[in-house]
């Protein structure tokens, strides 16, 4: 199964072209979807906004289970010749914090995806993520 995953990502990565961030773009997509077992994905709703051409603020809210509260993470990215470095909180904690390198690529005219290589600091794990959304 996950060779077939990882077929499909790549083929869609193959056709994919490069995004342009832009300032002023809104962007509403998933946070990431990777590392997890099929049967444990949720869908963290993730909002950013273009505050420079190069640079995009956002943030993301999830909760594991109903028993938990909801977490706020805030992210940045700031884009580089087509790729791009970010960083993100663990909560609005810096405690703990996601760093990586990534590419923004558009399948269509506004769905992007995004897949990264992120550290994270406090767990000292490195995970290969990947997110999906809407620009407009």
């Known amino acids: 199964m996950r060779k077939l995953i990882l077929s499909l990502a790549l083929g869609l990565l193959s056709v994919a072209g490069v995004n342009a961030q832009e300032k002023g773009d809104w962007y509403?997509?998933?946070g990431d979807i990777a590392n997890k077992a099929w049967t444990e994905w949720s869908v963290n709703p993730t909002v950013g906004y273009g505050v420079s051409d190069d640079f995009m603020v956002g943030c993301t809210i999830s909760q594991m289970d109903s028993?938990?509260?909801?977490?706020v993470d805030l992210h940045a990215r700031y884009f580089w010749k087509g790729y791009f470095a970010y960083v993100a909180t663990n909560g609005l904690s810096t405690d703990g914090m996601n760093v990586g390198l990534g590419k923004m690529f558009t399948v269509s005219k506004s769905v992007y995806v995004d897949p990264k290589v992120v550290y994270n600091t406090g767990e000292e794990t490195t995970n290969l993520q990947l997110g999906v959304g809407l620009k407009f």
Not at 67 to 71: A, F, H, L, P, R
């Open 28 to 30: 509403i997509g998933t």
């Open 67 to 71: 028993t938990e509260d909801v977490s």
